[in-house]
T-cell receptor, first 112, second 113 residues
């Protein structure tokens, strides 16, 4: 079983829809959670960075962490065609040598 | 413009050949990382360096080598010992070696002839 599970999609939604992207994880030591957006043949771009449980909002994006369920989500409101990309979750524990563990990514397609 | 640059964008390797991928950053970050991305497998850590002249193996270091002679540069060599080198290679950096927020370069796609 992978440490981080993420549905690969593809997920297809109409423009303006609310999108929910999710990851589950098994390592209870994870404390820091990130969401990256990756366009085709490009490097990942950091979208959201959260610590421990709770919500964080940035414009149309909301990141949610539920440590009790080992479940994190990224919500995108008023989705746009430019949001079409692969979304990667990443997480790590504490400690100076703690490495990031990535999900496999969910491919999102927002249609007109 | 601050950021991470990788070159070349595409690289072709012949059988038995070593090739080197370049990664440069002008963010004044201490830590740098190399990942490999394959379809359906996410990002896997090859090597990382938390400080100049020091680096550690990641999860899939076999067949790869790195050096960190300068803070801003972290080249990756794919040796002939790497039997399945075709992949998208991503370099990243972070302010310190705590593995916190990592910023990625544009990537190099390596193909085998």
């Amino acid at each position: 079983q992978k440490e981080v599970e993420q549905d690969p999609g593809p997920l297809s939604v109409p423009e303006g829809a609310i999108v929910s992207l999710n990851c589950t994880y098994s390592n209870s030591a994870f404390q820091y959670f990130m969401w990256y957006r990756q366009y085709s043949r490009k490097g990942p771009e950091l979208l959201m960075y959260t610590y421990s449980s709770g919500n964080k909002e940035d414009g149309r994006f909301t990141a949610q962490v539920d440590k009790s369920s080992k479940y994190i989500s990224l919500f995108i409101r008023d989705s746009q065609p430019s949001d079409s990309a692969t979304y990667l979750c990443a997480m790590r524990g504490t400690g100076t040598a703690s490495k990031l563990t990535f999900g496999t990514g969910t491919r999102l397609q927002v249609t007109l | 413009d601050g950021g991470i640059t990788q070159s070349p964008k595409y690289l072709f390797r012949k059988e038995g050949q070593n090739v080197t991928l370049s990664c440069e950053q002008n963010l004044n970050h201490d830590a740098m990382y190399w990942y490999r991305q394959d379809p359906g497998q996410g990002l896997r850590l090859i090597y990382y360096s938390q400080i100049v002249n020091d680096f550690q193996k990641g999860d899939i270091a076999e067949g790869y080598s790195v050096s960190r002679e300068k803070k801003e540069s972290f080249p990756l060599t794919v040796t002939s010992a790497q039997k399945n080198p075709t992949a998208f290679y991503l370099c990243a950096s972070s302010p310190s070696g705590n593995g916190e927020t990592q910023y990625f370069g544009p990537g190099t796609r390596l193909l085998v002839l």
